[in-house]
C-alpha cells in the first residue's frame, strides 16, 4: 500500500519557469489538499479537493492551479515560478471530508525557485 | 479566525522523562477534532494522536497522552518515557466542520530529547 505518493521530491526551477508537483493516492480517498510549509510555520492549505471534478481555494492559492481529473491524482500547477513559492509542499488525503479520519500526508517536495 | 498557539518555540528533555507540549486553540466552532503531528528531519507528517472535541475523555496512545480542556481551548500534549527517537517538531492542529475544512497548523514546538 504506497499511500500517498508525491513526485518530485526536489526541485530547482528559474523564475518564471512552470512545472507540476504530481500527487497520488490509492486509497480511494475522495478528500485531497495540498499544503505548504514555510520556515517556522505549521503547514497552510493551497488547494483541495472533495472529489474527481470538484476543486476550491485554500488560504494561499495565488499561483497555483489544480485539477481533479481522477479520484487518484491532484497535481498542483506552479504557472510562473516566483521565489515566494520557494516552500516544501504537501500532498495529503482522507476518506471524505470532514470525518474526523486520519489525513495522511505524502513526504513532502522540497521547491527552489532562483 | 481559526487560529493555534504553540507558545514553546523549543523544548528539551532528558531521555526516559516526561515532557509536556502545550497548545491553545480559538475557533467559535463547535465540531471539530484536534490533532498532533510529529515531523522528524526527514519532514514526513506523522500523526501522534487525535481527539474529538465532543469526548470528554483525553486520548492517549501508549507513550502519548493529551489534556483537552475544551472550555479553556487548551490541548497539551504529553510524552511519557521520552526516547530518542521522539526528537522532532511538534504541530498542534485542528479541523472544523463546513467551508474547506482545513487543518489548521500552530507554528510547531522543536523538542529534543537528549541522552
Known amino acids: 500500500n504506497a499511500g500517498v505518493t508525491q513526485t518530485p521530491k526536489f526541485q530547482v526551477l528559474k523564475t518564471g519557469q512552470s512545472m507540476t508537483l504530481q500527487c497520488a493516492q490509492d486509497?480511494?480517498?475522495?478528500?485531497m489538499s495540498w499544503y505548504r510549509q514555510d520556515p517556522g510555520m505549521g503547514l497552510r492549505l493551497i488547494h483541495y479537493?472533495?472529489?474527481?471534478?470538484?476543486?476550491d481555494q485554500g488560504e494561499v492559492p495565488n499561483g497555483y492551479n489544480v485539477s481533479r481529473s481522477t479520484t487518484e491524482d491532484f497535481p498542483l500547477r506552479l504557472l510562473s515560478a516566483a521565489p515566494s513559492q520557494t516552500s516544501v509542499y504537501f500532498c495529503?488525503?482522507?476518506?471524505?471530508?470532514?470525518?474526523?479520519?486520519?489525513?495522511?500526508f505524502g513526504e513532502g517536495s522540497w521547491l527552489t525557485v532562483v | 479566525a481559526q487560529t493555534v498557539t504553540q507558545s514553546q518555540p523549543e523544548m528539551s528533555v532528558q531521555e526516559a522523562e516526561t515532557v509536556t507540549l502545550s497548545c491553545t486553540y480559538d475557533?467559535?466552532?463547535?465540531?471539530?477534532?484536534l490533532f498532533w503531528y510529529k515531523q522528524p528531519p526527514s519532514r514526513q507528517m506523522i500523526l501522534v494522536i487525535r481527539q474529538e472535541a465532543y469526548k470528554q475523555q483525553n486520548a492517549t496512545e501508549n507513550r502519548f497522552s493529551v489534556n483537552f480542556q475544551k472550555a479553556a481551548k487548551s490541548f497539551s500534549l504529553k510524552i511519557s518515557d521520552s526516547q530518542l527517537g521522539d526528537t522532532a517538531m511538534y504541530f498542534c492542529a485542528f479541523i472544523t466542520q463546513g467551508g474547506s475544512e482545513k487543518l489548521v497548523f500552530g507554528k510547531g514546538t522543536k523538542l529534543t530529547v537528549n541522552p
Open positions: 486509497m480511494n480517498h475522495e478528500y
Open positions: 479537493s472533495v472529489g474527481a471534478g470538484i476543486t
Open positions: 495529503a488525503s482522507s476518506l471524505s471530508r470532514f470525518s474526523g479520519n486520519t489525513i495522511y
Open positions: 475557533t467559535s466552532e463547535s465540531n471539530y477534532y
